[in-house]
């Protein structure tokens, strides 16, 4: 790699570790913040160094499509191809220099991968002790299914005066009372809200997700209840319960493969740990 390139190549990991570090661009920091992040660099700098030099790394290969689509997701995020040049210059390095360093970044992950693949396999035991071990992670609160139909509060519109609204909505309870099959026809054809096309279904909720005037009224109605019109800052709605589940500890086949996967997961950030630490410790003591 050429002077120039190492150089950007160190300017997009300073650019990287500050946000990490600091939420905030290299230039944005003080004195004592950028010395932490100049020796954060460096760090970095000889750990990228002895991953991409130790046997584990040989035959490692990361495909030049795979560095052009990592580029291809960070353009994305500017406006134009100016844009993301410009701001690829104010940070100190450019396309070239991201390249190599994309290209670099991945294949260290790529010997890391290759590394936490000798980490060994959890099984179906290891998940169901640490299910058993620790219930306490996958209690859960009440939840409640709820579906409403909204009438919007506008007074540009004659039909969507405050009094003309809670008529409206008032009407359309009283359709529902004589006959509660009807809540989902009733949502498509009066409801307000993105949700009519599903039958007015909100979804599922805990307490607190919803309007404070909304969720009040939801968590103390019973599954298959129709609210009153209840006004919210977007007008009126009517809400039916459609059902409720208690709070609980969520069943083991529920959570099994996060479990799986959390505990493979933890293992191959070990086992990546342990090798970084005997390689880095080797490489001193052949210095010394």
Known sequence: MN????????A???????HAMFQRSPSELDGGQRSKLAA????????EMRVLGADEARGVHVPDVTVSDAVAQLRERYEDESA?????AAQGF???ALL???????RVEAVLDKVSSRSASVSDLDVQLHYQLRQSDFSRPERRRVSHILITINDDYPENTRDRALDRIGAIRQRLVKKAVRFSEQAMKHSECPTAMNGGLLGEYTRGQLFPELDSVLFAMQPGELSQPVESELGFHLLRC???RPAGVAAFVEVAPAI??????RRKRLCQREWLKELLQGEAAVAA
């Open 3 to 10: 002077p120039s390139d190492e150089r950007g190549v160190m």
């Open 12 to 18: 997009y990991m300073a650019f990287k570790l500050s």
């Open 40 to 47: 954060s660099v460096q760090r970095q700098a000889l750990i």
């Open 84 to 88: 993301f040049e410009a701001a690829l």
């Open 94 to 96: 450019d396309q070239a």
């Open 100 to 106: 190599e360093a994309l290209a670099r970044e991945l």
């Open 242 to 244: 459609e059902d409720v």
């Open 260 to 265: 799986r996967e959390s505990i493979e997961n």
